[in-house]
């Protein structure tokens, strides 16, 4: 299988991988927004938080029939690779998907990592044709989404209020772009608290946060014309910080934001502080960015807290997507 690697400075390249990946996004999930070239270009150059990964193209008489990535940290678990893989629309069943796992699962093996993790919607097409590239599931994850135009601001703001109740001895800071210097490690140390999300069956390890990371988030959010914000929750008023939330909200698609981390440290939990960070984020946003309607979140299955606080905040389930591995 010939692949060529895409180069986020090949205009012509990058505009049919965009084209290919809005066709694969309408065939597969409608319900998303289509990437913005913005978006696109900036997750190639810098990935997510300052790691990018490979991308591949296959090309057949011109156009863009399938792609390949790969993702490999260096930061943390190190023993493992991310692939994801896609086939346009028009050319499925003919033996592309297969061809580009095995390629991509000779290239994780050439690096001498021994795991390989995918992921695929929780339907039976995608779930029978992981089973037979020898993977296994391993985690459930459910994508959730907030209509503004439906969300009761009464009941945000009552459940906000119960949940400063509860949270009485902390205070809330809210932040919009850049964490200030004076405050980095401790957000890098407060951030690592997401390490306690379930993570079901995954063979991984604890991601590893400090002060460069979160710099290279931040980087790579306005790379992509994410604007941040996060809510801080503070015990007293000079205490250490305890927990947050963050949203991305994408300039390019004032309509949408994304819903990302919200972690309470373990010292700090019992106290109704997740809800007390989502409820301030959702009353922030009516008022910053009225023209946001939809927010979205992504949680494990088993996350029953976090799914309460969401369900209690007008989410409600757009789809469900698996997590997969297998031994390189």
């Known amino acids: 299988m010939k692949l060529q690697r895409l180069d986020p400075d090949d205009t012509a390249a990058v505009a ?22 913005r978006g696109f270009v900036s997750s190639l150059r810098h990935g997510w938080d300052g790691e ?18 790969l993702h490999f940290s260096q930061r943390d678990n190190t023993h493992m690779a991310g692939m994801g893989v896609s086939v346009h629309p028009d050319k ?12 991509g699962l000779a290239r994780v093996r050439a690096t001498g990592r021994r795991l390989v993790t995918t992921g695929t919607l929780d339907a039976e097409g995608p779930a029978a044709f992981a089973t037979a590239m020898g993977f296994t599931r391993a985690s459930i994850e459910v994508q959730r ?20 109740e509860a949270a009485r001895d902390y205070t809330l800071i809210r932040m919009d772009g850049p964490v ?3 405050l980095l490690d401790e957000v890098a140390e407060m951030s690592a608290a997401i390490n306690d999300a379930p993570t079901d069956d995954l063979d991984i390890e604890d991601e590893v946060f400090d002060g460069k990371r979160v710099r290279g988030f931040e980087a790579a959010q306005e790379a992509a014309g994410n604007k941040l914000y996060r809510v801080i929750a503070r015990q ?3 205490g ?58 992504w949680n494990a299955e088993s996350n029953a807290h976090m799914i309460g606080v969401n369900e209690a905040l007008g989410y409600r389930i757009v789809t469900r997507h698996l997590g997969w591995q297998r031994a390189v």
């Open 145 to 164: 989404r907030q209509d503004f135009t439906e969300v009761d601001p009464a009941r945000v703001e009552e459940l906000r209020a119960r949940a400063t």
């Open 236 to 238: 007293g008023t000079d």
């Open 16 to 37: 049919a991988a965009l084209s290919f990946h809005r066709a694969t996004r309408t065939a597969d999930t409608p319900w998303d927004p289509p990437p913005t070239e």
């Open 52 to 69: 990018p990964g490979e991308a591949w193209l296959l090309i057949e008489d011109g156009q863009v029939t399938g792609s390949l990535h």
């Open 180 to 182: 200030p210097d004076d």
């Open 240 to 297: 250490p910080l305890a927990g947050h939330t963050v949203v991305g909200r994408p300039v390019d698609q004032p309509e949408w934001a994304w819903q990302w981390d919200t972690a309470v440290m373990r010292a700090h939990r019992g106290h109704r502080l997740g809800m007390l960070l989502k409820a301030d984020m959702v009353t922030w946003l009516r008022a910053a960015e009225p023209a946001i309607r939809w927010l979205d979140t």
């Open 92 to 103: 499925r069943r003919e033996g592309r998907a297969r061809a580009l796992f095995e390629e």
